[in-house]
T-cell receptor
């Protein structure tokens, strides 16, 4: 069982839809991350939140909009996505101190029609 | 910049065989090193970690030693099982903007047959 919970597990949406991915952790971690993973590739970092503030945006298109409402929750708002955005989206969290491991959720598998 | 290089897969082994997956890294400073495992349809699970030179991480029969002199962190297991079939990622932490970034290798698929 993972300690980082992501919902939904699967999402199919059209290019004009708006949807949100959700991530929750109750380990007291103060850093949270969004990754995108394509098949047979390693995860690619998208965003990092540290103490609920956006600290890293890896030049992600504006059709992806992250939000951190509190220290336990992380959302990723999706709008006007493209077929190439179909992927596994992973959330992770860690204690925000140097060299600490990140703990991953099981991801949301997103398909864009 | 920092980077991680892993051996190409897939690695195909019979049950109870010895496993080695090579990982080397390039880094400024002294990063922490990790092995993650990803089973089909799941997220990444931390398998083991090492935070300084000569540290040995171990878990579930897997081991890896942080070798500064050879900049390596090879994963080993003495006797693999079918249930070990998965993709294994080597990674290092890269502290940027006071927040850790993980730099991943390309991943190595392990297939274990009975």
């Amino acid at each position: 069982d993972t300690e980082v919970t992501q919902t939904p597990k699967h999402l199919v949406m059209g290019m004009t839809n708006k949807k949100s991915l959700k991530c929750e952790q109750h380990m007291g971690h103060r850093a949270m991350y969004w990754y995108k993973q394509k098949a047979k590739k390693p995860p690619e970092l998208m965003f990092v939140y540290s103490y609920e503030k956006l600290s890293i945006n890896e030049s992600v298109p504006s059709r992806f909009s992250p939000e951190c409402p509190n220290s336990s929750l992380l959302n990723l708002h999706l709008h006007a996505l493209q077929p190439e955005d179909s992927a596994l989206y992973l959330c992770a969290s860690s204690q925000d101190r140097g060299g600490q491991p990140q703990h991953f959720g099981d991801g949301t598998r997103l398909s864009i029609l | 910049g920092n980077s991680v290089t892993q051996m190409e897969g897939p690695v195909t082994l019979s049950e109870e065989a010895f496993l080695t997956i090579n990982c080397t890294y390039t880094a400024t400073g002294y990063p922490s090193l990790f092995w993650y495992v990803q089973y089909p349809g799941e997220g990444l699970q931390l398998l083991l970690k090492a935070t300084k030179a000569d540290d040995k991480g171990s878990n579930k029969g897997f081991e890896a030693t942080y070798r500064k002199e050879t900049t390596s962190f090879h994963l080993e297991k003495g006797s693999v099982q079918v249930s070990d079939s998965a993709v294994y990622f080597c990674a290092l932490s890269d502290r940027a903007y006071n927040t850790d970034k993980l730099i991943f290798g390309t991943g190595t698929r392990l297939q274990v047959f009975p």
